[in-house]
């Protein structure tokens, strides 16, 4: 039997229209738009394409979307003090800078610079660290459209095996903690882990996001286990196109797994719809509204 596909299109349209819902009645009720910024420095292609997304998205679930496009030569002070700007206006109420950054720029320093109450990347250390202790947090996108992809067809990870192979601040770390919240069992594995293949064979959740085309194969995967594939790699077609390809062997996991997401439709197209849900819980946290129901 091959496995069910996880319709990562449909589950992140459902939830949009969720959100979308939400953010009517926070505006008929308590005359409040949630607003995200972003800002763009240079002109990655990979960059651009989400960015354009994200202000689609954003306005089509009825919030206010502010675009900032910086060139890639940019002072980092200029960006600083753009992201000073963006923490006192009360329209706004998250920021995300896109990543990656170019060299000339320190990362951390910027992240570090974003008000935590608006950092709905959920990568500055406050929310970082909260995430880890347990504490209600700001999270990472992608980590959480991983976990809603697996409770739609395994409702409940309590005492499961999981496996995070990857272990980047923007998805794997905190994958680790978000499946810990959930009472899963947990091994951490990367680049140097020894014998992936036994490890993941022990697995009843696979998450793959090392970002390395395939490396996941199909006779790793212990039969009925959930597949969630992480990356995204381009790689030409054999017509000469780019094709989209993540890093689990999808045609050969599919035989064995119980349900696979695939690449792309799977965990892509949850990130945005879990950046408007973060963007929805800032603001009604920093007006001081109860959490709101998605
Ligand atoms: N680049 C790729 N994914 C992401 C993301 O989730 N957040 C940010 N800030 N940059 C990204």
Not at 58 to 76: I, K, N, Y
Not at 96 to 119: F, G, H, R
Not at 187 to 215: K, N
Request: proline letters at 7%; hydrophobic letters at 45%.
């Amino acid at each position: 039997m091959t496995a069910t596909i996880i319709d990562g299109k449909t589950i992140a349209a459902e939830l949009r229209k969720r959100v979308a819902a939400d953010v009517a009645r926070v505006k008929r009720d308590h005359d409040l738009v949630p607003g995200l910024a972003v800002v763009l420095v240079g002109h990655d292609p990979a960059s651009e394409v989400y960015v354009r997304s994200k202000h689609t998205q954003t306005q089509a679930a009825g919030m206010a979307s502010f675009e900032h496009r910086l060139p890639d030569d940019v002072a980092q002070g200029e960006l600083l003090a753009l992201i000073a700007t963006l923490n006192a206006d009360p329209a706004v109420h998250g920021i995300l800078v896109q990543l990656p950054l170019p060299k000339s720029l320190d990362t951390e320093t910027i992240i570090n610079a974003i008000d935590p109450m608006k950092d709905v990347d959920g990568l500055h250390p406050h929310n970082a660290g909260r995430l880890a202790g347990g504490l209600p947090a700001l999270s990472p996108c992608t980590p959480l459209g991983c976990i809603i992809l697996t409770k739609t067809v395994r409702p409940s990870l309590d005492g499961l095996n999981a496996i995070v192979i990857g272990r980047s601040n923007l998805v794997g770390r905190p994958l680790v903690q978000l499946l810990l919240n959930e009472n899963a069992t947990v091994t951490i594995a990367h680049s140097r882990s020894r014998d992936l293949a036994r490890l993941c064979a022990q697995a009843d959740l696979v998450y793959a996001a090392v970002g390395r085309p395939e490396m996941v194969r199909g006779d790793w995967i212990k039969p009925g286990a959930v597949v969630i594939d992480v990356g995204i790699n381009r790689m030409p077609g054999d017509d000469g196109r780019t094709r989209l390809v993540g890093d689990v062997a999808f045609a050969e996991a599919r035989e064995v797994a119980g349900a696979i997401t695939p690449v792309p439709g799977g965990v892509g197209q949850m990130t945005v719809a879990c950046l408007l849900v973060n963007t929805l819980r800032a603001a009604c946290a920093i007006a001081g509204l109860p959490k709101p129901a998605v």
